[in-house]
């Protein structure tokens, strides 16, 4: 089992050892190598629970240090696009979605999923699904019953995320303009950016 | 959506004639594809007035281009040319003209040359700072280029647009650093600006005048052409950097610091981007350095002597820096001052403990105020006075002002405004935005460089002689531009049939 301290070490600045499983990649695009990314910001718990359940099933996770992306995307995501556009998923702050889907367009690829988890002060979470929620098979009502364990739950969506023939090509996501949130609450964003 | 003006079958006699000089792939008008062209940061994001492209088309030689133009032309389709269309805060991808059809110059993202020996580049405008700095890295050059933050943009489009960057004069001047143009006028014909002009020119990144008129000021800012090549002058990789700061602890020791400061590096003396932080009583500014050790170890020096004439300044040298930098320093300083592209702005914009709610995206207002620190203090004292009242007693959260002494012999007095999805907010900033420019217009201080959203009335802040120098600009762009095709608006320049009264 993957520790969070085994986590967060062989997170910081690279990549989990590659599996040849990736049980994400296998749903999300079959026909493709298993080169499926998951990038989560590393000082967030729930983001690194999110992390842990992908790097269970041996999908390299990108944990960002202070949600600084220039490495990740130079190092790792830049060279995987520049040969093919592969899908990649993430719980991070919603200026790293932003980064990657502006950069993500030159590739061929669009925000497929978009959730928003706003971490209120006493503790609880409000899930806004924002697109792709079908696909994945969530509903926010789903992500609020899973209590603490929304992470993981959404993980396992995403993880099964199926992209239809008839699913629309998608537009720009929310995530260049945050929402007004209550006092003391903190905005994550999920998403999962695949081929258009 | 249909162009305005255009009917539905010249539009598309127009759409089909792109598909045929681009390919049908590099044609879109999907409304998902448009989209993408939308400005992340409109102060009008999701209402009615936001401007927003009808079409787009992406050719990648400059013969697509001349072809793309030419039919424009033939049915008065308004294009609006981009580069890579990161210029967020400035209006982002999406045309000032809404309902232009977006010109997408990405593809034409090669690298054409890069001279060490003579620290220049020749690039197209889809090269961004990032593919210049890799080009660099793999070819094992030793020359820097000077990113902008963030650095995911096209060299090209932020030096025609005005931006800047952190490494050294002259190169931090990215329109002022360029060197030979390549522009497609409206008529489809090409023009090559300076020694470029000569047929199999040796020395067009060379020697930026030529001989004659200079023309290229037409082109930043501007609506002349489509610029489809530029050069510039690239910084020789210096042996160190070492900078220093000089703080002072009484308001209006503010005026000889920035006077000294304004000495040294008029003296190129100091010959990084200076900046000044501060306010009330306490001010200090940060000298930076680039040269060979024992020239910069002098120059601090020498920088210690000046500061020290001021009586209570606090001079503190920082550490010398070598080059190349290994990862681990590379790692700890500010990649930009060090000719290295990063996105790191945009986390630092983000949600920190310093800035609980950010509302993701933002516009500048940037008047250019005299490099003095009377001016300083004037336009702190402005500031203040006018605060309360522009944002209704605090409910606005702007921040500001931030003086910025980026370029040689220039000080921008910045004021940033939030942008977010709360459309009443974002009505109440872009009022505010419009108030600050005419109280400051007032003043005397105008904006180098501005959001789509206000180019036009920072345009008439610029109303000299019952506005001559618009109107100069106005019948340049009727000779060159007659059908008014090319991007209509930019920077407040609108072709005759466009034009208010």
Same mark, same amino acid.
């Given at each position: 089992m ?5 986590f ?21 695009s079959p ?14 718990p729930d ?7 992908f790097?269970?099933?041996g ?7 202070e949600?600084?992306i ?10 995987l696009?520049?040969?093919?556009p ?25 925000? /497929? ?9 006493d503790?609880s ?5 924002q ?5 994945a ?6 992500l /609020?019953r ?8 959404l ?12 699913d629309?090509?998608?537009g ?5 303009l945050?929402?007004a ?9 999920s ?6 | ?7 539905a079958a010249n ?5 089909a004639?792109?598909r ?16 993408l062209?939308?400005d992340?940061?409109s ?11 009808s ?20 049915y ?38 890069v ?15 990032f593919?210049?700095?890799?080009h ?17 943009g096209?060299?090209i489009g ?11 004069s002259p190169?931090?001047d990215?329109f002022?650093?360029?060197?030979g ?32 008129p200079?023309?290229?000021g037409?082109f930043?800012?501007?609506?002349m ?7 510039f ?9 070492q900078?220093?700061?000089?703080m002072?602890t009484?308001?209006?020791d503010?005026?000889p ?21 501060g ?21 601090i ?12 300044s606090?001079?503190?040298e920082g550490?010398?820096?070598r080059?190349?930098?290994?990862a681990?320093t ?6 930009v ?29 940037s ?7 009377e ?5 702190s ?37 939030p942008?977010?999805r ?9 009022t ?9 217009a ?6 180098y ?14 109303s000299y ?5 618009t109107?100069m600009?106005e ?12 991007s209509?608006?930019?920077y ?10």
């Open positions: 993957t520790t969070r301290r085994r967060l070490q062989a997170t910081a600045g690279a990549a989990l050892p590659v599996s040849m499983h990736s049980l994400a990649a296998a749903a999300i026909q493709r190598p298993p080169q499926f990314r998951a990038v989560v910001v590393g000082s967030q983001a690194i629970s999110f992390g842990q359940h790097a269970a099933g999908t390299p996770v990108h944990a960002l240090a949600d600084e220039t490495s990740l995307w130079l190092g790792t995501i830049r060279p696009w520049l040969a093919g592969v899908a990649i998923a993430g719980v991070t702050q919603p200026a790293t979605l932003f980064c990657l889907e502006q950069l993500a367009w030159s590739h061929g690829l669009r925000v /497929a999923f978009h959730a928003e988890h706003v971490l209120q002060a503790g979470t409000v899930h806004q699904l697109r792709g929620a079908a696909a098979g969530v509903t926010a009502t789903h /609020a899973a209590g603490a364990t929304w992470p993981t739950q993980a396992q969506a995403m993880a099964t995320h199926r992209r239809h023939r008839w629309p090509r998608f720009p996501s929310l995530a260049s945050e929402p949130l209550p006092p003391d609450a903190q905005l994550l964003s998403w999962i950016i695949a081929p258009a | 959506m249909l162009p305005p003006n255009v009917s539009f598309n006699r127009a759409l004639a792109w045929t000089a681009v390919g049908s792939d590099w044609v879109f008008t999907a409304d998902a594809d448009v989209a062209y939308r992340a940061y102060p009008y994001w999701d209402e009615p007035e936001e401007r927003v492209a079409a787009a088309v992406a050719p990648s030689t400059l013969e697509q281009v001349q072809a793309v133009v030419r039919v424009a032309n033939q008065k389709v308004p294009l609006y040319a981009i580069s890579t269309g990161r210029n967020l805060a400035y209006g982002g991808s999406a045309p000032v003209y809404s309902g232009s059809v977006v010109l997408d110059l990405k593809r034409m993202n090669r690298v054409l040359e001279s060490e020996r003579n620290a220049y580049a020749l690039v197209e405008p889809g090269v961004s700072y593919d210049l700095y890799e660099i890295t793999k070819h094992n050059l030793d020359v820097w280029i000077d990113p902008p933050d963030p650095g995911w096209s060299v932020n030096a025609l647009d005005g931006g800047g960057g952190w490494t050294a190169f931090r990215h002022g650093a360029h060197c143009m390549e522009v497609v006028l409206a008529s489809g014909e090409v023009v090559r600006t300076g020694m470029g002009a000569l047929p199999d020119s040796k020395s067009w990144q060379h020697n930026r005048w030529g001989c004659g200079w023309v290229d037409l930043r800012q501007g609506n052409g489509v610029v489809t090549k530029m050069g002058h690239l910084m020789p990789r210096p042996e160190t950097m900078s220093a700061t000089v002072v009484r308001a209006e503010v005026v610091l920035i006077d000294t400061v304004n000495l040294l590096e008029n003296q190129h003396v100091v010959n990084g981007s200076t900046q000044l932080f306010g009330g009583a306490q001010w200090q500014v940060q000298v930076p350095i680039y040269g060979p050790e024992k020239v910069v170890r002098a120059q020096e020498y920088c210690r002597d000046k500061f020290a004439k001021i009586a209570g606090r001079f503190t550490e010398l820096i080059t190349p930098l290994d681990a590379l790692n700890r300083v500010r990649k001052n060090f000719g290295v592209p990063d996105l790191s702005t945009f986390a630092m914009l983000g949600r920190n403990a310093q800035n609980p709610a950010p509302p993701g995206g933002n516009i500048g207002f008047p250019i105020i005299p490099r003095t620190g001016a300083v203090l004037e336009y004292k402005f500031y203040r006075d006018n605060l309360a009242a522009i944002s209704e007693g605090g409910a606005l959260r702007f921040q500001g002002p931030v003086f910025m002494t980026n370029w040689d012999r220039t000080l921008v007095a910045m004021i940033m405004f942008i977010g709360d459309k009443v907010m974002n009505a109440k900033m872009r505010a935005f419009e108030k600050w420019v005419a109280l400051a007032a003043r005397g201080w105008a904006e460089r501005a959001p789509a959203a206000f180019q036009d009335q920072v345009a008439k802040t610029y002689n019952n506005h001559s120098l109107r600009r019948t340049i762009k009727d000779a060159l531009d007659p059908n008014g095709i090319l209509p608006g930019r407040g320049v609108w072709p005759k049939h466009l034009r208010k009264v």
